[in-house]
């Protein structure tokens, strides 16, 4: 029998998030007989202290007890984002009575399971084992849930596997979180998951606050299936929590819309409205029967629906596998949900298929404990599941009608995880998803340059002129890109035929060059010339101008000739390319001949050295 030892899930369905470390450990028990469970025999008891317990005492092969903390993300405030995950991933290291290895050697010696549960209402911390050495699993499983100490290093450690947990999370499963951010902002809306920005920035002082505010036994539930109700009390007496209700946070439809621009071959959207808080029964039940109605997916494996959206998706997909990219489900899908009427078969259909899924949730003990424990934490009373079939029996057509025109006339909340536009469009107009950077101003505080970026952008927009736009994009450029050029070189462009008369264009800084005699007339219109450039250039009879009596001369750009140094010219670039000595290599390699061995050697220095 193979058993993990410590796992941790986080509050969706689709995946299990196991701990790295597991160890096998083979056992042979006794055979035990399995007798049905009697759901309708649930214990529910509450202590002085607020803590509640509740349990089922069934003949189960394997016994479960879960410990529940309303703890969940949507109590986490804006110093604190993502607290419920890294709570959830440190379960089970070290704490005040028993280590890291402790903790995962002994429940491994015992056969038992230790799982951690996150989602956005409830922490839990649910063990699993064989009923006779159940004892002593209980033990850990109290240690893990109420004496955390999160010490630094062992947190530090865990953040590899955060990160690996964050790049698994499946594209369903985001778009949900999405939906739930764009409906309540805040509280329900918070993320299930530690943002990518904040890994690391939860330190032990933040997790141990969080822990201390929220586990308390006014907000905690003890749940337990197959095992004795009254050593259950005992157990739940014994936990080492702090009395108080904690914080509150509530939560609020706002409606909306969001979306997240990914690459990917399929479009995830989610569409939801308002429901009803399970505080009120009768309405809770409504949406769920309206639920069933409207489509929850099929009851047979590879079957069909026969909810209405099934069938507009259906046909809005021409009968292809939904997994199958068509542009109009969701148009379909959200006009069959407005136009729907609901007729008495439908509602019978709604009502039979709720009671089939709440009796055949107890027939598994992980299941009916989950159930249990979350009604125990969220609403300080379990209802028995022959209670919530006459319940079903009790609502009526006027009340599931109530929650269709809610639905129907409230604000809907749209999320989508995908590129759609950049994927119909096919052109990144934005330079969203390349790597490279685009000035759109530049870094530098100088208020001339300022001035000629507010000058070049005007022209730039009402002449359409592609000389502008290369001036206005030059200026955005750092010296690095707008390196210096010569007289030499300047005065060599220009001789070329048909250039004479013209003015030369340089968005840098234009240098002397002491390799030429001779300098024609010249009109440059630089950033910058230095001392003696300038004082050649008047001197032969031409004139320097700045990009302002430019932009009067010529606003389009005509008659100019527009120029630039080499930009591989610098020392820098020099020592990049083939190494030095291999053949066609010009590159220069990096040589130190400065120094005090160099200075001796070259007789620079007086002393030599050496003793004479």
């Not at 060599?492 to 004479?500: D, H, I, Q, S, V």
């Not at 219109?525 to 450039?533: D, G, I, N, P, Y």
Request: glycine share 8%.
């Amino acid at each position: 029998m193979t058993a993990p030892c410590l796992t941790t899930r986080s509050g969706y369905s689709h995946r299990q998030l196991k701990n790295d470390q597991k160890r096998n450990f083979s056992a042979k028990v006794s055979p035990v007989q399995v007798c049905p469970p009697k759901a309708d025999q649930i214990q529910t008891t509450v202590l002085p202290n607020k803590l509640v317990v509740t349990s089922i005492d069934s003949s189960y092969p394997i016994s479960r007890v879960s410990i529940l903390f309303r703890a969940g993300s949507r109590n986490e405030t804006p110093q604190n984002i993502g607290a419920s995950h890294v709570v959830r991933v440190t379960a089970g290291l070290t704490n005040k009575n028993s280590s890291y290895f402790g903790v995962t050697r002994n429940l491994q010696q015992i056969g038992a399971s230790l799982t951690t549960t996150a989602d956005r209402e409830v922490v839990s911390y649910t063990l699993e084992g064989l009923p006779n050495t159940f004892d002593i699993g209980l033990k850990y499983l109290a240690d893990v849930s109420t004496k955390q100490v999160f010490k630094p290093w062992e947190v530090l450690d865990l953040l590899p596997r955060l990160k690996y947990e964050l790049a698994g999370i499946p594209p369903q499963v985001r778009v949900l979180d999405l939906l739930n951010k764009a409906a309540y902002r805040t509280g329900l809306g918070n993320t299930l998951f530690c943002p990518k920005r904040l890994v690391g920035n939860h330190n032990s002082e933040t997790l141990q606050h969080y822990v201390n505010s929220l586990f308390t036994t006014n907000r905690s539930a003890v749940a337990g299936v197959g095992v004795d109700h009254g050593e259950l009390v005992a157990f739940a007496q014994n936990l080492e929590l702090e009395s108080g209700a904690g914080p509150s946070a509530s939560g609020r439809y706002y409606g909306g819309e969001i979306r997240k621009e990914k690459h990917s071959d399929l479009a995830h959207v989610a569409v939801a409205a308002e429901g009803a808080s399970l505080a009120n029964e009768k309405d809770a039940l409504a949406f769920a029967i309206l639920r069933y109605i409207l489509g929850a997916g099929p009851s047979i494996k590879w079957g069909g629906s026969p909810s209405p959206l099934y069938k507009s998706v259906s046909e809005a997909v021409g009968g292809l596998p939904f997994a199958v990219s068509a542009l109009n489900v969701v148009e379909a899908a959200v006009k069959q949900l407005c136009c729907l009427s609901l007729t008495p078969a439908d509602i019978a259909r709604g009502k039979a298929q709720l009671k089939a899924s709440v009796l055949l949730g107890t027939e598994g003990g992980t299941d009916l404990l989950e159930d249990i424990g979350n009604q125990a934490v969220l609403l300080g009373k379990v209802i028995s599941p022959s209670q919530v079939v006459a319940a079903i029996d009790g609502v009526t057509s006027a009340d599931i009608n109530a929650a269709y025109k809610k639905v129907t006339q409230g604000k809907l909340t749209l999320a989508a995880y995908v590129c759609i536009l950049f994927d119909f469009q096919g052109i990144d107009i934005n330079h969203k998803y390349d790597r490279k950077v685009r000035r759109t101003k530049p870094k530098s505080q100088d208020v001339y340059l300022r001035l000629l970026v507010k000058l070049y952008r005007f022209l730039a927009r009402r002449t359409k002129a592609k000389f502008n736009k290369i001036i206005l994009k030059r200026l955005f450029m750092s010296k690095i890109n707008r390196p210096p050029i010569s007289l030499a070189r300047i005065v060599r462009l220009m001789k070329k035929p048909g250039r004479e008369g013209l003015i030369t264009v340089v968005v840098g800084t234009v240098t002397d060059d002491q390799r030429i005699f001779e300098i024609p007339k010249l009109t440059v219109c630089a950033l910058r010339a230095t001392e003696k450039a300038r004082a050649r250039i008047l001197k032969a009879g031409g004139e320097i101008i700045t990009f302002d009596q430019l932009a009067l001369r010529a606003p389009t750009g005509k008659k100019t000739v527009l120029m630039q140094g080499r930009r591989n010219a610098r020392e820098a670039v020099k020592h990049f390319g083939l190494a030095p000595g291999v053949p066609h290599s010009h590159t220069k390699p990096y040589v130190r001949s400065k120094g005090r061995k160099f200075e001796r050697a070259r007789g620079r220095r007086r002393s030599c050295g050496y003793k004479k």
